[in-house]
């Protein structure tokens, strides 16, 4: 790894969307040429991608910049993987080829990274902004036009705990490929132990806790970008929500358990996650798929059931939580 930075974009037919991209990346790479690298992974584009691609290879050709093709379209989280995969460098930060990103974000990073070379995970603060209206948005449980409310600037606070801090607070904000920097080598860890995290639309929340349960975690305080709400890949699938409700965050939460997360913590994740899925999304689920819905909900319910009676038991009596309960939920989504 001579690099310490590896600057992937996944794309697909976003050709003019890219092209404003890297002539961002032209500008606020320059002075640390030496310390990173670029890689596109383009999901079989039938626009003209390929030529964006090869006028900015000319461009920066003092750059290391490497893309690949795949043979066919392998989803938009099998893209994601595909560039956390290809990276050589110590570090790896995948970028939305859409997201508005503040030139003095790649100089915040490089110097965070050299100042902390056990550091694990970054993430970058950032607003939101309603793609029709044009309004800020934010979590419901977080006030002002900043998705992350707390900072760990100094890199000395608990991994796990600012995590867990992060991810209960907004699930959104820790699925935000552009806003975070992760490891190399434990991204690459992370994906070997779940393989078919790529099938997950809320998998970067457990790659991140991943990262952030083996090192030093960092949150700035600052914004250093935009997410632009209402465009994001997985509102174009049908079953979308119900699937990511009531299916994918359960799936992250068992697997952070099995990463190290304390058994409380994720079984009042499962139950604060029982709070937020909208009853909405599953009758209309119910109507156009019936079947599907039913068995999207039924393990889940299930979940949510044993959940609450374990925690129930530990209060009670002041025991540590049932192993066999865990091993029952596991086997409800057993990825």
Known sequence: MNKLLTIAIPTFNRAQLLDIQLTWLAKAIKGFE??????????CSTDNTQEIIKKWQIILSNVTFTSNINNKNIG?????ACCLKAANSKYVWTI??????????????????????????????FSGRNQITGEPVHPPTIVGNRWFDVDSEDGDGDGKAIFEHCFSKSVGAVIFLSATVYRTDLIKRALQSWP???????????????????GIVIVTKETYL????????????????LLMQYKHIPEV??????????????????????????????????RR?????????????TLVSLCAFDLMVSKEFGLAESSEISTQEVRL???
């Open 226 to 241: 935009e997410c632009i709400v209402g465009v994001s890949y997985w509102q174009k699938e049908p079953k979308s929500a």
């Open 34 to 43: 030496s310390d990173c690298e670029i890689f596109i992974s383009d999901n």
């Open 196 to 214: 078919d995290a790529e099938n997950n639309w809320i998998s970067l929340a457990y790659l991140a806790g991943y990262c952030a349960a083996n």
């Open 96 to 125: 939305g080829d859409d997201d508005p990103i503040q030139d003095r974000a790649i100089t915040y990073v490089i110097s965070k990274l050299k100042q902390h070379e056990d550091l694990s995970l970054l993430f970058l603060n």
């Open 333 to 335: 989504y057993k990825p």
């Open 253 to 286: 939460i068992l697997k952070l358990e099995k990463s190290g997360y304390s058994k409380q913590f994720c079984r009042r994740m499962i139950l604060q996650n029982r709070k937020e899925v909208s009853l909405k999304v599953f009758l209309g689920a119910l």
């Open 76 to 80: 938009v989280m099998g893209n994601i």
């Open 289 to 301: 798929w019936p079947m599907s819905a039913i068995k999207t909900v039924v393990p889940f319910l």
